[in-house]
């Protein structure tokens, strides 16, 4: 089945510096993936969407300078988050959508990363 | 964004018995898909169940069966014999293929079932 993995799965930083997140899609090329951020006992809010070669099409009320996206590969995406504070501090989950193959409703989930600013 | 609303923060059900969550949402569109995600303690996201508006027949995949009906917006998870294994949150999704498709996620139900 389709694999995503996410490194790194935990994270700890101090507050002003940035972090980059990887989102890999492990046996499928990834036309299309998503970002979102899970604050604890809440739900999955989508930060934005990124197609490979594109810029990220972001959520209303998401800072796009804050949080980078780059998808420069059908297998790889990235969500850097810069300038870190306290704030940032949630888990950061990514979904993969194989256009290419896939059914057009499957998204396949990375296992999240939990990422802690100080 | 899409609006998907679920009711019932927390429900507990007692092992081998049967529940069912709620799931409502909001939209003006014919074409989308609906579905149910279990995210148990280690987080990830695994998919329950999907239906697709246009299919009037609701989804079954074992356990697991669903009561959609579109007129009313209303999306419930059926969870027949209840194991312990099934303790987890559950999310409610809802996703426009034609918008892209990005998935919009209810709030959750933390579901527990108990021995």
């Not at chain 1, 990834?30 to 604050?39: D, G």
Request: net charge neutral; with cysteine; charged share 15%.
């Amino acid at each position: 089945g389709a694999v995503v993995s996410q490194h790194p799965s935990w994270v700890i930083c101090k507050s002003g510096t940035s972090v980059k997140i990887e989102c890999r899609s492990l046996d499928f090329q990834a036309t299309t993936m998503f970002w979102y951020r899970q604050f604890p006992k809440q739900s999955l809010m989508l930060m934005a969407t990124s197609n490979e070669g594109s810029k990220a099409t972001y959520e209303q009320g998401v800072e796009k300078d804050k949080f980078l996206i780059n998808h420069a590969s059908l297998t790889l995406s990235t969500l850097t988050v810069t300038s870190a504070h306290p704030e940032d501090s949630s888990f950061y989950i990514c979904s993969a959508r194989d256009g290419l193959a896939g059914p057009g409703w499957a998204q396949y989930f990375g296992p999240g990363t939990r990422l802690l600013v100080l | 964004a899409q609006t998907v609303t679920q009711s019932q923060p927390e429900m507990s059900v007692q092992e081998a018995e049967t529940v069912t969550l709620s799931c409502t949402y909001d939209t003006s569109e014919s074409n989308y898909y609906l579905f149910w995600y279990k995210q148990p303690p280690s987080r990830q996201m695994i998919l329950v169940i999907r239906q697709e508006a246009y299919k009037q027949q609701n989804a079954t995949e074992n356990r697991f069966s669903v009561n959609f009906q579109k007129a009313a917006k209303s999306f419930s998870l059926k969870i027949s014999d209840s194991q312990l294994g099934d303790t987890a949150m559950y999310f409610c999704a809802f996703m426009n293929p034609n918008t892209g498709n990005q998935f919009y996620f209810g709030t959750g139900t933390s579901l527990t079932v108990i021995p």
